[in-house]
């Protein structure tokens, strides 16, 4: 059985993420929405929690952001 959990400790840039992601093709507004909502994430705690139950796993991704209305995103896998 394996159990496991990080925190983020580093993460690629924005310019990273952008030119993976391909958006120099966008237009500039909406390469600007994007690259805020990139922000918003990268500046977010993320903790990443693995448990596994025999041969089945799940994975939790917790997002802590720094804004009062919505602060806690998860993504549950598994």
Known sequence: ??????NRIQTDTVNQLEKVLGL????S???TSL???I???????LTTTIHQYGVNFGITRR????????????QITG
Do not use: H, T
């Open 29 to 31: 507004v909406v390469r």
């Open 24 to 27: 120099s093709g966008y237009s």
């Open 39 to 45: 922000e918003e994430q990268l500046k977010a705690k």
């Open 35 to 37: 690259r805020e909502s």
């Open 1 to 6: 059985m394996f159990n496991g959990r990080w």
């Open 63 to 74: 997002f802590v952001f720094d804004n009062e209305d919505d602060p806690v995103e998860e």
